[in-house]
């Protein structure tokens, strides 16, 4: 009933026939998510790649079953793919911000 913000769980896949959704994946390069990691769990690299892996095999997993077989990362699935890698989470806030906008979904 009200607005609300679903990360993961194969949202963009259930919701996909509603007209108020919109659905984005944020990717970046390994690299980036690699640094990511050990910035914000204070682990090695070796550790952050096998963290990395070890979570993506289980998302992959997890949407494929759920959807039909369908693969999560797929962009065709989403409204728009933003690499992080490339602008800051804060420019891409902005970038969803005036989408939603544009849509008629927020002022």
Known sequence: TQSCI?????????LADC?????????????FCVKNVMNNMGV????????????DKYRAEYYKYYTDGHIWTDPVAYDMTLNTGRISFENCAG???EYLQRKNLIN
Not at 44 to 55: D, P, Q, R, V, Y
């Open 19 to 31: 007209d108020n959704v919109v659905s984005i994946y944020l990717e970046a390069p390994r690299e």
């Open 6 to 14: 679903i990360i993961g769980k194969c949202a963009n896949y259930i």
């Open 95 to 97: 970038i969803i911000t």
């Open 44 to 55: 090695e690299a070796e550790e952050a790649n096998s963290l990395i892996k070890k979570t």
